[in-house]
Structures are given as structure tokens and as C-alpha cells.
């Protein structure tokens, strides 16, 4: 699903984004990455999704080598890869519904498909009650939730989230959590970006925790340790 070979990357002059990754993530893992502030941690997503491209190695989605991926062919990968930031990136002008059903206009998506996908994903999401609240209108949790929710638009097989509990209170941050499970059962393959401790320790997955740029441990049931 997720295949990394001997990945660096370098942001130029000369700073380590991340050195020598070598990484296999299988469909429907729950992979959480760890380690301290500068380490790689996005820069490991931002490759992921192509928002960077390597230095070095070669980067797998599903087979499809997206080492030099076109620009031209990002929104194909971006179909499979739905993604999720710590600041949620929701548009304040537009309401809850009109959020989500944007990600599906954008991909060019006829409007029965959209009246169709945007009450599915709401529902996921638990947020059916409140289709019409602009985003300053929701709380931190449930403008995260939005955010999921678009990200699962085009029902992605993986979804990369960085940090999302970062604003979010200890109850919403597990509501999120809860939520990134859920979708994870349904096979979504998950990468988890993270500093939450206790967040990842209670999910017993996948723990994968760099440290300037390389991977120094990588656990089935792992747990938070710095
Ligand atoms: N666009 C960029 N240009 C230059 N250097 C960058 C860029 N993005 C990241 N870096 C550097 O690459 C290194 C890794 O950064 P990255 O953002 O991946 O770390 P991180 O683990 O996500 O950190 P944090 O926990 O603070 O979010 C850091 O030294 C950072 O300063
Ligand atoms: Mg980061």
C-alpha cells in the first residue's frame, strides 16, 4: 500500500527533512508516527501525498510509483489520499455542508453525486445536525470533524492526519480519535502524525518514531517512548 525505499529528502540548503526511510505500511493498518519537534514527521505526510517530492529513494501508493509524480496526475493520487491538518483549513465563508461538497466540486463532480456523497460523509462524521453552521459557528472537535469528513469525500483508501488533536481538548481529541478508528475499521489505511502520548498508547497500533529525519523504532502495539 504504502511503500518507502531508502527516502530522503532535503530541503535545500542542506536541511534534513528526513534520511534513508525504509518503510512498508499494508492496507488497513493504523499507523501512528512519533518524535520530537523538526524530526520529519511532515515532511514524512508531505511526501506521502506529493506536496513534497524526495531527494533520494523511491515512494510507492498502491503500486503507483509517485517518486516524480506530474503535477498533472496529483489530483488522481489525491482521490486516494485524503488528508487532515492540526488548523482543519475549512473555508470560513462556506457552511458545513457547502465545505465538504466543495472538496467534490472542485474534482469536477456532477451535483446528484454530490447531493448524494455530502449527507454520507455527514453522517460518519456525526455532524448531520449541523449542516448549515459556518465553521466559526462549531467548536474545535467538530470543525476537525468537518475537515474528516471532507477528506473522506471521494472515500479515500488512506487517510494521513497531521496532528489533529494539536487544538483539541483531551475529550475531543478522543472523540477524533474514535472517529479515526472507526474509519479505520471500515479499511481506511491511517497515517497518524502525532505528539499525543496517551492518544497513541491507548490505540495499541503501529508505532513508527523518528528521530532527525530517520526511523530509530518501529513497533507492532507500540507505545509512545521519548
Ligand atoms: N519547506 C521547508 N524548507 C526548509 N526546511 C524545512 C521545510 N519544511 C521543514 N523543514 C525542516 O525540516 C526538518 C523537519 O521538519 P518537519 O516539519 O518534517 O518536522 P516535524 O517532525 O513535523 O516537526 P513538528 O513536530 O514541529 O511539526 C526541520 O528541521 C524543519 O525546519
Ligand atoms: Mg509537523
Known amino acids: 500500500m504504502i511503500r518507502f525505499k531508502n527516502v530522503s529528502k532535503t530541503y535545500p540548503p542542506n536541511v534534513v527533512g528526513v534520511e ?8 488497513g ?11 520529519g514527521k511532515s515532511t514524512f505526510a508531505k511526501l506521502l501525498f506529493a506536496e ?16 516524480h509524480i506530474h503535477d498533472r496526475d496529483i489530483p488522481l493520487l489525491r482521490r486516494q489520499i485524503g488528508v487532515v491538518f492540526q488548523d ?8 458545513v455542508y457547502e465545505n465538504v461538497a466543495f472538496a467534490l466540486q472542485v474534482a469536477g463532480e456532477r451535483p446528484h453525486r ?8 455527514l453522517e460518519i ?39 489533529p488533536t ?5 475529550l475531543n481529541s478522543r472523540e477524533i ?28 497500533r503501529r508505532v513508527i518514531t523518528l528521530e532527525e529525519g530517520k526511523v530509530v523504532s518501529d513497533v507492532e502495539e507500540g507505545r509512545y517512548k521519548l
Not at 534513508?20 to 492496507?27: E, T
Not at 513534497?52 to 517518486?67: A, C, F, K, Q, S
Not at 494539536?166 to 483531551?170: A, I, K, P
Open 20 to 27: 534513508g526511510v525504509s518503510l512498508h505500511v499494508k492496507p
Open 29 to 39: 493498518e493504523f499507523v501512528s508516527i512519533v518524535g520530537k519537534s523538526g524530526t
Open 52 to 67: 513534497e517530492r524526495p531527494t533520494r529513494g523511491t515512494i510507492e501508493i498502491g503500486g503507483w510509483d509517485i517518486t
Open 88 to 95: 482543519f483549513k475549512l473555508l470560513p465563508k462556506k457552511t
Open 114 to 121: 454530490i447531493r448524494e456523497v455530502v449527507p454520507k460523509v
Open 125 to 163: 462524521v456525526n455532524l448531520q445536525d449541523k449542516l448549515d453552521r459556518y465553521p466559526n459557528q462549531l467548536s474545535g472537535g467538530e470543525q476537525q470533524r468537518v475537515a474528516i469528513g471532507r477528506a473522506l469525500v471521494h472515500s479515500p483508501k488512506i487517510l494521513i492526519a497531521d496532528e
Open 166 to 170: 494539536g487544538n483539541l481538548d483531551t
Open 177 to 204: 480519535m474514535d472517529l479515526l478508528s472507526k474509519i479505520n475499521e471500515f479499511g481506511t489505511t491511517i497515517a497518524l502524525v502525532t505528539h499525543d502520548r496517551d492518544m497513541v498508547n491507548r490505540l495499541r
